[in-house]
């Protein structure tokens, strides 16, 4: 074990942590992450020598290699989450909950020896530009190389981490083992008390990689709430107007409803020659603040995606084609012969002799002993790529104020009922809108087809505590914020009677953006209705797209019966939040059953 006189910090509390972990783990050696590229390379090369990533064609995708995880450990396992404070009711009734002693003893008996044979990497990083008001800073103890080259892909890493923490405590400690990847005894524990993280037993990236959902998330909400801010399951986007005026949104989407896609977007042609362009700050996460001026400046407080790869090509989303070309990491998608990767609805046809996700030799059109298709990538495969790689990334991804933000969106997937854009009336019937976002499941994608499911805020797997104070919390804040953005819902899905969809999306939905920044601007025409303002006819500029007759009424329709049902669904949804629900939220519900009657 190197010695500890050596170590790269003279932060005594730090150090007392590390050598208590790694008397717990046991690990053989224990190397601290510099975040520099030789060390790196070092490392690639390791991960390559004992088979935990494989390097990938050099011409076709320079610095990229794959990885497969554990069959039984390919996405995040919410039942396996926790909140582990003091008082249940802290976590609240959308969080699963264990009292901290109780998840610490358990969680030790795993972690007991579990890396005995290996190395514990030690990984200081930043959460958002280091040194930053913005930036917390993480460190991670972890026995998984894989995990190690995620975050130098994910975080910004390495000696100024360590420089900027100084001598000081105040650095989230998270520690990570991939123990031995048995499902049952796995734990992904959040200890916001102690600012602690502790994962075991997987290796799967949104369980693992400890800054990101864990910490960005769940503890920095926690944290937020305590300190006056936010932390947002947002993505952040710039839309450059014609005049060189760049005005910032964030945008909240429950998963699978295009939140990647929406922050790299490129203009259609029609818009493009009036001279947009779009600015990518983050696709996942937001730390908002408050600034003097008044106003919500936001920050992303990673470096790199974290993207979903089936669905993503040339038409859904060519940046983010561009930015997965070099130095990305593939995990479980399909391994080609030449050493290509591909993934269902990529851009090219599927490779022949190429092996699956499993490592099994694969073709396309298998089907299983019941006739189902063998897909060859997962279906929660990813690309893990730096953002500075995006043809859209924001120059401002540096500054360390962020961006200030001229509007909140939030959208679901809703086959009906929810118009394609709508504005809230006010601050908290904003917070309302946001608290009861839902997204309608498919067929396709979960089971049972039309289904509501509730995510407010897109916050359900994410809120590190009670979803009743999170919503008190939007609220108050409102209180003091002078230059209040204004907050905006959307609903890129609606279907036609015979399903189709009345929207055709993608770059399109910018039309909708310029509506959205021209009413924050107190420009753009709108038409009121019981839930919101929504566009007037020909509001939205339509040039270079024509939609058939009928379709945009279709698509601004607000159904009062429907609403009326929404009403009561969203009652009974309030109802299971428990007694903490703000009376604010309740007046919002009632005053729109109230317009809805007066209709
Ligand atoms: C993600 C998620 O991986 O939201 O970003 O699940
Ligand atoms: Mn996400």
């Known amino acids: 074990m190197a010695n500890k ?27 601290w992450i510099d975040g520099s590229d030789e060390q790196r390379d070092v490392l690639r090369e390791e991960a390559c020598r004992v088979a935990e990533i494989i390097p ?37 009734a959308t969080n699963n909950w264990k009292h901290p002693e109780e998840a610490y003893t358990e ?9 005995r044979g290996r190395t514990m990497y030690v990984v200081p990083f930043s959460m958002g530009p280091v040194g930053s008001p913005f930036g917390k800073i993480g460190v991670e103890l972890t026995d998984s190389i894989y995990v190690v080259l995620n975050m130098l892909i994910m975080c910004r890493v390495g000696k100024e981490v360590l420089d900027t923490l100084g001598q000081s405590n105040d650095f989230t400690r998270c520690l990570h083992s991939k123990g031995t990847l048995d499902p049952d005894k796995r734990r992904i524990l959040h200890f916001p008390e102690d600012n602690t993280i502790w994962s075991v037993n997987s290796g799967y990236g949104g ?81 908002i603040r408050l600034d003097t001026d008044g106003r919500l400046w936001a920050v992303n407080p990673e470096v790199g995606f ?43 046809e599927p490779p022949t002799g190429a092996l699956d996700w499993l490592g099994r030799l694969w073709r396309a059109g298998m089907t299983d002993d019941k006739g189902k298709p063998i897909t060859g990538a997962h279906a929660n495969s990813r690309f893990t790529a730096p953002i500075r790689q995006c043809p859209s990334a924001s120059f401002r991804m540096e500054h360390h104020h962020g961006v200030p933000i001229s509007a909140i969106i939030f959208g679901g997937r809703r086959n009906t009922l929810a118009p394609l854009v ?47 104070d999170y919503f008190k919390h939007w609220i108050n804040m409102g209180r003091i914020i002078r230059r209040q953005p204004k907050i905006f819902h959307v609903n890129w899905f609606r279907r036609d009677k015979d399903n189709n969809f009345l929207w055709p999306g993608y770059g399109e939905n910018l039309r909708v953006l310029e509506w959205i920044l021209q009413r924050s601007r107190g420009e753009g025409e709108a038409v009121e209705t019981p839930i919101g303002y929504v566009p007037a006819a020909d509001a939205l500029d339509m040039i270079g797209l ?54």
């Open 422 to 468: 709508y504005e809230s009336f006010s601050w908290n019937h904003g917070v309302f809108v946001g608290a009861s976002m839902a997204s309608e499941l498919t067929k396709a994608q979960y089971g049972k087809h039309g289904e509501v499911r509730r995510d407010p805020f897109a916050m359900l797997p994410f809120c590190g505590y009670n979803m009743a």
């Open 306 to 348: 974290f993207g979903v790869a089936p669905g993503t090509n040339s038409k859904t989303n060519p940046n983010a084609m561009a930015t997965v070309r070099a130095n990305t990491i593939f995990t479980n998608v399909v391994l080609a012969k030449d050493g290509t990767v591909w993934w269902e609805e990529g851009d090219d």
């Open 207 to 287: 369980n693992v990689l400890l800054g990101k959902k864990c910490l960005a998330l769940r503890i920095a909400s926690w944290m937020g709430r305590q300190e006056g801010w936010f932390a947002e399951h947002m993505l952040i986007m710039g839309v450059e107007e014609p005049n060189g005026h760049i005005e910032y949104v964030v945008a909240a989407f429950p998963s699978a409803c295009g939140k990647t896609n929406l922050a790299m977007l490129l203009p259609p042609e029609g818009l493009k020659s009036k001279g947009y362009r779009i600015w990518t700050v983050g696709d996942d996460i937001a730390w």
């Open 5 to 31: 006189n050596q170590w790269p910090t003279t932060n005594r509390i730090l150090k007392n942590w590390v050598e208590e972990m790694s008397a717990l783990c046991l690990p053989d050696d224990i190397v």
């Open 107 to 115: 969680a030790a008996g795993f972690f007991h020896c579990a890396m």
């Open 546 to 599: 024509e939609l058939k007759p009928g379709i945009m009424e279709e698509l601004l329709k607000v159904d009062l019966d429907a609403w009326g049902n929404e009403a009561d669904e969203i009652e009974r949804f309030f109802n299971t939040l428990g007694t903490r629900m703000p009376w604010e939220l309740r007046n919002e519900l009632e005053a729109l059953r109230r317009r809805l009657e007066q209709k």
């Open 56 to 92: 990938l064609n050099p011409e076709r995708h320079p610095g990229c290699y794959y990885h497969r995880t554990d069959p039984l450990d390919v996405a995040r396992t919410e039942d396996k989450t926790f909140i582990c404070c003091q008082k249940q009711a802290d976590a609240g």
